[in-house]
């Protein structure tokens, strides 16, 4: 097979390949080329020759150097520079580029190719001394950094002994003379670490350079990086085989005060605002930048500096975004006036930016509403639902200083140093904010477990904010009054000192760092949010429900958009303190008739629970479950508080502790609970739908249209469902003569399908159901054996050892649980072809699972009120 793909004036053999085979940078190369943009020319390795590069135990495969070197020949010709020449040398990058992109991740080395004798040939070449030597000591200390893994340090010793020679703060004040100096010193520290001198031949440069390039596709933070990404739900970067590798010839922005370098946004990724956002810094290299060396300046000044570059700058920023019809982020390098493209891929925008380009492009006949709907990642709508400080609060705040917004949003948490530190206090449960002069890829675990991220140093496109941004996370950069002290663990702003046990706020909205708490509340939705939301209904088939126990939780959601509730769980209505105590002398009773006394003065606390939700959700179906789990969940287990009930209900506390021990089960989960209570405490199962009756009656009577369906959890067998609903519909008939009332009352009967068993036997279920919830927790719980309370144990080496690829418990495993799903609806549907069925696990606000429910047919999922509008839109997402 082809192993590397030119691109240049000449030929561009990777266009329209995939990204799979070339990596994102190397397609996007080849098209910036073939829509005739300035990029330097170059050449592209696929990442097959990766993959085989690990299957054969770190070897590059046969034939691979020969394809470069014809390769380098074509670039040769194409430049009229040789490469490994003393005079006029061809100088490459060596630049890392997977199909998705890992801002940072990998390996890039630059100015590849030179060597003593090239250096001077260089300087001659360009008579320009001072650029040359600047490009030979990046060399050696990035190939020194990349290649060999020397420490970083030393290289930074040497360079600040120089500075301090010439006087100089800046790397760019140093003379040629001091640089010509610093490549010798480099060379030293280089033969120190190495053990070897600095290699002269550029083609073993080059191989090497390839080869850790490959290497870096299995660097710790790499491998981090992509865990994250994957337990986020990048489903893609689980299944890369490997980075390609871009090798293009160099051009110069360290050349002097007409050259530069900088990277950009075509719109502002915070905000969405079609308005280019970038840094540029004048006399500096590639990495420069994004490193925080030096503070870069706002692209919007560039004009100022050179008015030609900036203005085709601005010109190539259109014709990329009408070409790829997607907000780009771009790299370029401005050699003595001459502006290079040297990248450009799909910009990772947080999820308020994604809404509003979307929306936007529609406005600019961009994209059609259709594919606005499928651009916005269905998750990242949860940046929309952040919440901010409040207005008082923040008016009030202590505030310390300010850095760049990097990321939007709200955080409050306790200071952490280092990456470490914030993953430890993040899994004993604490909200910490992680303090860096500068991020750097290896504290991507850090970053992750922190609800924020404060840097004293760096730009609006550090590592920092770039990662933070597509994580959604809260991020403020570059806040200089910031002097951390690591090893101390403090901060100091101002003169005021701050230690790993103090709280802060961060403001990514407006970049403000504040001392303490400062309280938050709700976002306010804007109008390109309900744009896009009308345009996912106008698309999805499925209905969306919610799961709420609560008025205040159902008239939330629906105001979200929920059309519904599909699981309204009745056993937390009972923990009130005024009211377990009624629970729990039920649970005492010796016999039916104590049980009933008891649940008697649970009924008014239950109607009126159901009353307040059947009027939030007036018009809309509510689907209220029975009585799940086992009785002994609402006794007290502690000698003392067994003490403090058997005085409260009058009663010895040995007899509490008999019946908590009568009830103990070794294996609750699957013991006495859900439809199991009913069959042998039906009294249980005729207050619950009494209550429900009555409410439904109160309503009825207030002209508010209530639609309860009653759900009766864990059935296994037809016949549990059989004898139970029998129950019900026997209740329902006591109740309304009781209550005298005439009209009818439109109640559904149904069960919820969460027991292996009941979706293999689902047609003889479906005869006494008027519809199905598929109750997926217990479903994958039951299919999979896994304790759902106990798998923190295992599953992060299951996930980490690919045995599954993701948590079961958050994204519906389709494979297995996906077929038990499947056979339940087509079952139960050979019965009763109209038969409604809704999902209400976790699962239904998961955008995978929620295309999986469908494709399978599903009426309606049902989830938390904060996922609604993600269901809306991932429901149309699937849709389309
Ligand atoms: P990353 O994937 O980490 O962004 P890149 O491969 O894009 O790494 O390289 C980082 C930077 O190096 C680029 O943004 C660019 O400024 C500089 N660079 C890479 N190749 C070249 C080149 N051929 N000429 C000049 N600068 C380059
Ligand atoms: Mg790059
Ligand atoms: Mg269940």
New binding site residues.
């Given amino acids: 097979d082809k192993m590397v793909y030119y691109f240049g004036k000449s030929k561009t053999e990777g266009k329209g390949l995939a990204k799979t085979l070339l990596g994102g ?1 190397g397609v996007n190369l080849a098209e910036m080329t073939s829509i005739g943009l300035p990029v ?1 020319p ?1 050449f592209t390795i696929t990442t097959e020759v990766c993959g085989d590069y690990y299957k054969h135990g770190k070897q590059l495969p046969k034939g691979l150097m020969e394809e470069c070197h014809d390769a380098i020949a074509q670039l040769e010709q194409e430049l009229g520079k040789k490469f490994g020449d003393n005079d006029n040398p061809l100088l ?2 060596v ?3 997977a199909a998705v992109s890992m ?2 991740m ?1 390996n ?1 080395i ?1 100015n590849l190719g030179l060597n003593d004798a090239a250096t001077e040939g260089l300087a001659k070449a360009t008579k320009n001394e001072r650029f040359a030597y600047d490009a030979y000591r990046r060399l050696i200390n990035m190939y020194g950094d990349v290649v060999m893994g020397l420490s970083h340090h030393s290289f930074e010793e040497a360079f600040d002994k120089i500075k301090k020679k010439y006087k100089v703060t800046e790397d760019t004040e140093v003379p040629a003379e001091g640089l010509k100096e610093l490549c010798e010193a480099y060379k030293d520290v280089y033969k120190k670490s190495a053990g070897e001198d600095f290699p002269q031949d550029p083609i073993k440069q080059l191989q090497l350079a390839i080869e850790s390039v490959f290497g870096s596709w299995h660097a710790d933070r790499a491998i981090s990086y992509r865990r994250i990404e994957a337990a986020k739900g990048n489903t893609e970067i689980a299944n890369l085989i490997g980075t390609a590798v ?1 090798v ?6 360290n050349m002097g005060d007409d050259s530069g ?1 900088g ?1 950009g946004f075509t719109r502002d990724p915070n905000t969405g605002l079609n308005k280019f956002y970038g840094e540029f810094l004048i006399n500096a ?3 420069d930048v994004v490193a925080g060396i030096r503070t870069p300046q706002p692209v919007a000044e560039m004009g100022k500096w050179d008015k030609a570059a900036h203005k085709e700058l601005m010109e190539i920023k259109d014709k990329l975004e009408t070409h790829y019809k997607e907000m780009q982020d771009i ?1 370029f ?1 401005i050699e003595k006036g001459k502006l290079y493209m ?2 450009t891929r799909t910009g990772k925008r947080n999820g308020i930016a994604a809404v509003k380009i979307a929306c936007d492009m529609v406005k600019e006949g961009l994209i059609t509403e259709k594919e606005a709907v499928l651009r916005v990642p269905a998750s990242d709508l949860t940046h929309c639902l952040l919440p901010s400080f409040k207005p008082t609060a923040r008016n009030a705040a202590d505030v310390l200083c300010r850095g760049l917004n990097a990321s939007p949003g709200a955080a409050v948490g306790k200071l952490v140093f280092t990456a470490v530190e914030a993953r430890e206090r993040f899994e004993a449960g604490e909200d910490v904010i992680l303090v860096r002069r500068e991020t750097s890829p290896e504290d991507v675990e850090g970053m992750s477990a922190a609800v924020g991220i404060l840097t004293s140093t760096g730009g609006a496109t550090s590592h920092a904010a770039v990662v933070a941004r597509g994580w959604g996370k809260c991020c403020v950069a570059g806040a200089s009054d910031v002097e951390i002290n690591e090893k101390a663990k403090t901060i100091t702003v101002n003169g005021r000192k701050f230690t790993n046990k103090d709280t802060i706020s961060l403001d990514g909205t407006t970049g403000e760092v504040m001392a303490g708490e400062v309280e938050t509340q709700e976002p306010k939705l804007s109008g390109d949010f309900a744009k896009l939301m009308e345009w996912a209904d106008k698309y999805r088939t499925m209905k969306i429900r919610t799961n709420a126990d609560s008025p205040a939780d159902a008239k939330r959601a629906r105001e979200f958009g929920a059309e519904g509730i599909g699981l309204c769980r009745t056993e937390h209505m009972f923990f009130e303190a005024d009211r377990i105590i009624h629970m729990r002398s039920m649970i005492l009773a010796d016999d039916e008739t104590d049980r009933r006394a008891a649940l008697k003065k649970l009924l008014p606390f239950q109607r009126k629970d159901f009353e307040g939700i059947f009027k939030a959700m007036a018009g809309l179906p509510v689907t209220i479950r029975l009585l799940d789990p086992p009785l002994h969940e609402f006794l007290p287990h502690e000698a003392a508080a067994q003490k403090d009930m058997a005085t409260e209900l009058g009663v010895k506390p040995a007899d509490i502790k008999k019946r908590s021990e009568a009830l103990h089960e070794s294996n609750p989960m699957l013991g006495h609970r859900g439809c199991r209570l009913s069959v042998t405490y039906p009294e249980i199962l005729e207050m619950q739908v009494q209550a429900i009756v009555e409410a439904a009656i109160i309503c009825a009577k207030k002209n508010i249209d209530a639609q309860p369906e009653i759900m009766i959890p864990l059935v296994g067998t037809a016949a549990e469902l059989r004898i139970l609903r029998a129950k019900v519909e026997e209740t329902i008939e006591v109740t309304k003569a009781a209550k005298k009332h005439e009209g009818e009352l439109k109640i559904l009967i149904g069960t919820m399908i969460e027991i292996p068993r009941a979706c293999l036997t689902a047609n003889e279920v479906a005869e006494y159901a008027d519809f199905f919830s598929f109750g997926t927790n217990d479903l994958t719980q039951m299919t999979f054996g896994y304790s759902r309370d106990d798998v923190g144990g295992f599953l992060p080496d299951y996930i980490e050892h690919k045995i599954v690829p993701v948590d079961p418990f958050q994204s519906l495993d389709q494979a297995g649980v996906g077929q038990l799903v499947e056979m339940g609806v087509t079952k139960g549907r050979s019965v009763k072809s109209k038969l409604k069925i809704g999902i209400c696990g976790e699962h239904g606000g998961d955008p995978s699972s929620i295309g999986f429910c469908n494709s399978t047919g599903l009426d309606y999922v049902s989830c938390s009120p904060f996922r609604v509008p993600i269901a809306r839109l991932a429901a149309a997402q699937a849709a389309l």
């Fill in positions: 940078k330097p170059g490459v990058s630049r890392s580029g801002p940072g990998m890039t630059l871009n293009q010839a160099m051009v110069y922005g370098t990277v290299q590639g990495e790299e390098t040297l990248q």
